[in-house]
């Protein structure tokens, strides 16, 4: 019986070991203000398992408001491979939010 037991153990531990990291997701966002007009590019870590454009849109909508900004597109989501490309297009908003 406790061979069993261990046995038991032992496979649900290498399961969950097998299970794959969760990748992290990130998106590029056009955003802008009102009176004066301002536009940014930007980019942002999404947070959750949905990695997809309109999860990233509830997201960024929420983040950008507190300052003032309105979301006008999502650009795309990618991972972190697609972070150093867009860093110096994002400036000041490069994971700001």
Known sequence: MMTR????????VLMLLA?????ACYA???AKQ?????LHYGTIRI????????AAAAQIRQRIARDGWTLLNVLGVFDES????RKASAGQFHLRY
């Open 82 to 85: 697609g972070l150093a490309e």
């Open 28 to 30: 590029d966002y056009k």
């Open 5 to 12: 037991t261990r046995i038991s153990a032992c496979t649900a």
């Open 34 to 38: 009102d009176n004066p007009l301002r």
């Open 19 to 23: 299970l794959p990291a969760q990748a």
């Open 47 to 54: 947070d959750g398992d949905a990695c997809n454009p309109g």
